[in-house]
């Protein structure tokens, strides 16, 4: 528990399902109140209410699609309408697809970049916004992924979001850091959530996924979590501008975990 986020507020977006829900859950049970976001699954986010409630915290669905300015200021008014406050931003909504990238529709590469990428711009454009209007110190946490530094073939529209997203989040934690607002990421290696669910229930693809992390499993979206609520508290304020992979080595070279090389 930290106990300097007992009555915080929070916006998580794409919080039905998946990392979303259980930051959502685990901000809960550090009595935060959240805005939970989703595009569509709507029975999703109701879930993700009731964990939140059940764990301590307050919580409010809201649909809205974090890729438009009016997707995000409607979770901005909704904040301050429920909870009369933002104190942090969670850029969690995303999503991936695999293309020969000579095959990549761009239509499929504009999609990815507007969620992955520009969602997170414009989501972090209105919290800082809102921030300064108040006047208040605030946080901004992105999901980013390993993949803003492991080249990832076949997803390369994957990987050009989430290297910019690196690229942006340290722009904006230096630009913002004499105010006290601290942006950071979060950098999650093969995490099991529906993004993946398919290719996990194969056990081949699944082992393969294994032998490329050194710890040897996949990670839980807990873990991901407890992450999330570390660098949303006070124990990090001297933190901004990083990523905090939770990959289970992932970002480690595994290629070389048998001395090889
Ligand atoms: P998920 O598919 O379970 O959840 C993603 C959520 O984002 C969904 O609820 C989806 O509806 C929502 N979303 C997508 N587009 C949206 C939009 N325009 N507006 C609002 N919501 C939208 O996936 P997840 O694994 O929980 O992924 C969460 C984040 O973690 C993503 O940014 C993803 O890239 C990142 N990530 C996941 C993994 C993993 O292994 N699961 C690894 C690295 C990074």
Known sequence: MYTDLKGKVAVITGGSKGIGTAIAERLGSEKMHVIINYRSDEDGADEAVELVEQAGGKAVAVQSDV???????????????????????????????????????????????????????????????????????????????????????????????????????????????SRNIRVNSIGPGAIETPINAEKFEDDQQRAETEQMIPMKRIGDPKEVAAAAAWLLSNEASYVTGVTLFVDGGMTLYPAFQDGKG
């Open 67 to 177: 890729s438009t300015e009016e997707g995000i200021e409607c979770l901005i008014k909704a904040a301050v309408k429920h909870f009369g406050t933002i104190d942090a931003w969670i850029n969690n909504a995303g999503m991936e697809n695999q293309h020969p990238t000579h095959q990549l529709a761009l239509e499929d590469w504009q999609q990815v970049l507007d969620v992955n990428l520009t969602g997170v711009f414009i989501g972090s454009k209105a919290a800082l916004a809102y921030f300064i209007k108040e006047d208040k110190p605030g946080v901004i946490l992105t999901i980013s992924s390993v993949h803003e530094q492991i080249p990832w073939p076949t997803f390369a529209h994957y990987t050009a979001s989430k290297f910019g997203v690196k690229g942006f989040t340290q722009a904006i934690a230096m630009e913002y850091a």
